[in-house]
């Protein structure tokens, strides 16, 4: 059974950094393209970055390219987020989520870590 | 950039088909994949290459696109159906994926 646990989530203020993790099991985690998403409170969804399954791939949103940086560890079944220069509109639920094997197609999702950025 | 459209809502009566629209460019080159949102639940995929189910997912739901428009169909909808739907699409351009703005499916 997939399993995806996100965690780090917390109060900051504008500026500072934070590192999200999600620790993936109940499959072969580096065989997966993985994505962060995130969704502001009583917002729609907004897909963050997606990484490959080695790592050699990555993209990311234009609302954080330059201030987050998404990374794994394969070893220990671990996908990051790491944030900095936090602004009041990356306060969100942070939700990790699975691609296929074959493309970064969203197939199964964490239940979400929240953020907030406030003064 | 890339823009999806959905209607915000839907409103459905039990029993009866629930239609959710999903307009955006280029939709013949590229799939469309749906997730839905329960309140207070992380998303699920629901569709995925614009019509396969992944598995556990009924066959109430399905998928199809003509033109610009994606549209997830859902047959007999119950009240446990109600959710928030949300399409998505890779937009090759920019290399990013795209969320349309969602819609709340209401069972009446």
């Known amino acids: 059974q997939v399993h995806l646990v996100e965690s780090g989530g917390g109060l900051v203020k504008p500026g500072e950094s934070l590192r999200l993790s999600c620790v993936a099991s109940?499959?072969?985690?580096?065989?997966?393209?993985m994505n962060w998403v995130r969704q502001a409170p009583g917002k729609g969804l907004e897909w963050v970055a997606y990484?490959?399954?080695?790592?050699?791939?990555?993209y990311y949103a234009d609302s954080v390219k330059g201030r987050f940086t998404v990374s794994r560890d394969n070893a220990k079944n671990s996908l990051y987020l790491q944030m900095n220069t936090l602004r009041a509109e990356d306060t969100a639920i942070y939700f990790c989520?699975?691609?296929?094997?074959?493309?970064?197609?969203?197939?199964?999702w964490g239940q979400g870590t929240l953020v907030t950025v406030s003064s | 950039s890339y823009v999806l459209t959905q209607p915000p809502s839907v409103s459905v009566a039990p029993g009866e088909t629930a239609r959710i629209t999903c307009g955006g460019d280029n939709f013949e080159t590229t799939s469309v994949h749906w997730h839905q949102q329960m309140p207070g639940q992380a998303p699920i995929l629901v569709l995925f290459?614009?019509?396969d189910r992944p598995s556990g997912i009924p066959e109430r739901f399905s998928g199809s696109k003509s033109g610009n428009t994606a549209t997830l169909t859902i047959t007999t909808v119950e009240a446990g159906d109600e959710a928030d739907y949300y399409c998505?699409?890779?937009?090759?351009?920019?290399?990013?994926?795209?969320f349309g703005g969602g819609t709340r499916l209401t069972v009446l």
């Open positions: 290459y614009d019509s």
């Open positions: 998505q699409v890779w937009d090759s351009s920019s290399d990013h994926w795209v």
């Open positions: 989520a699975r691609g296929f094997t074959s493309s970064s197609i969203i197939d199964h």
């Open positions: 109940g499959f072969t985690f580096s065989s997966h393209f």
């Open positions: 990484i490959t399954g080695r790592g050699s791939t990555i």
